[in-house]
Every structure is written in structure tokens, then in C-alpha cells.
T-cell receptor, first 114, second 109 residues
């Protein structure tokens, strides 16, 4: 069976500090991978998605970046965090062979920028 | 622009039935998803509709009308554990999901 991991679960960082969130998927090959952010009481905002190693599509211009160094690893980074970067960050994966497959979510990272 | 509308909050009684509506305007349509999200947790998949009509899965059913840009999630025999947010998401012409803000469902004994 497939599982998706994210860490850390919670993070408190000062403004201007760097960020690195990691997501890994087990039990599948060549998944489509997604990074979302969810602000309190809001819907999910797609930040980045990837259909393969080294391939990243950015949906929203901002001070975040993403990388996919391995097939089942997806990393979200920032060089300098802003207060507005606070939120619940979710990684998701989907089987690429069918467009209509649902996305499966990791447990999420709750980031607070102070 | 693309838009998904859902009520912000609904309240229902344990054992009753509740219907959560979702209306959408998107660039293309490749299906509509419903997810459940408990507070502080990740969303979990509930249902998928791409053709008009009703899809039933146990206590949960989801309906779609593409011509009206409308869907609803029907929850029967409500249990306290059904207290959660319910997210409606539409897959657009690029096969990306556009998400509603979610409906917080409060179940009272």
C-alpha cells in the first residue's frame, strides 16, 4: 500500500529565517506530487506540482520554491520567511496513469512565522 | 475567473440528514471531488462525480448537475464523528483541482 510522509509536523520560525519542508511517498512509482497551503478557514491553494524528477510547475509567484531531487521526494523551501507564509502545508500525490484519480494527502506541516 | 462556493458552516443533529451544496464556475470541467477534513488533519477523499446523477457510498451520497454547475454531498444517519469540514473541489481543463473554502459541519447530540 502507498503511504505519504511529511515532516516536521509543526514548526515555529522567525521572520526572515529559511524553510525546508520534506515530503516522501512510498509504495508507488512516478507519482504526480503537489504542495498546497491552507490558511485558517480557507480552501487549499496549490503552490507547486511536479510530474517527474527535476520538473516543477509553479502556480503562485512568491518567495517559496520547490524541488524534486528523487522520484518520491518533494521539498518546499524558502530563503526568507514572511509572516504571510504561516499556514498548514500539505503535500499530496496522485497516480499519473489516469487524470481523474483522486489526490492523497500527507499529514501536513503547521507553520507559524513570528 | 474560477470560483467554488460552499456555505461556511452548517449545524445538524445526530441521526439526521444534511445536504451540503457546492456551486462552481471553472475553466473546463473534468470532475468534482468531495473531501472530508477533521480539524488539524489532512483532507481525505470521499467521492468523485464526472457524470450527472447520484453516486452513493454507504451513508454518503454525492450529486452532480453539470448544466447547473452544482453538486451536493448528502450525509445520512449523522454521527458525532461526522463533525468536520467538507471540501468541494473541481478538476479544471488542466486537470488541476480548484478548491472551495470548505463547509464546517457541526453535529449536535
Amino acid at each position: 500500500s502507498q503511504t505519504i510522509h511529511q515532516w516536521p509536523a509543526t514548526l515555529v520560525q522567525p521572520v526572515g529565517s529559511p524553510l525546508s519542508l520534506e515530503c516522501t511517498v512510498e509504495g508507488t512509482s512516478n507519482p504526480n506530487l503537489y504542495w498546497y497551503r491552507q490558511a485558517a478557514g480557507r480552501g487549499l491553494q496549490l503552490l507547486f506540482y511536479s510530474v517527474g524528477i527535476g520538473q516543477i510547475s509553479s502556480e503562485v509567484p512568491q518567495n517559496l520554491s520547490a524541488s524534486r531531487p528523487q522520484d518520491r521526494q518533494f521539498i518546499l523551501s524558502s530563503k526568507k520567511l514572511l509572516l504571510s507564509d504561516s499556514g498548514f502545508y500539505l503535500c499530496a500525490w496522485r497516480r499519473p496513469d489516469m487524470e481523474y484519480n483522486e489526490q492523497f494527502f500527507g499529514p501536513g506541516t503547521r507553520l507559524t512565522v513570528l | 475567473g474560477q470560483n467554488i462556493d460552499q456555505p461556511t458552516e452548517m449545524t445538524a443533529t445526530e441521526g439526521a440528514i444534511v445536504q451540503i451544496n457546492c456551486t462552481y464556475q471553472t475553466s473546463g470541467f473534468n470532475g468534482l471531488f468531495w473531501y472530508q477534513q477533521h480539524a488539524g488533519e489532512a483532507p481525505t477523499f470521499l467521492s468523485y462525480n464526472v457524470l450527472d446523477g447520484l453516486e452513493e457510498k454507504g451513508r454518503f451520497s454525492s450529486f452532480l448537475s453539470r448544466s447547473k454547475g452544482y453538486s451536493y454531498l448528502l450525509l445520512k444517519e449523522l454521527q458525532m464523528k461526522d463533525s468536520a469540514s467538507y471540501l468541494c473541489a473541481v478538476m479544471d481543463s488542466n486537470y488541476q483541482l480548484i478548491w472551495g473554502a470548505g463547509t464546517k459541519l457541526i453535529i449536535k447530540p
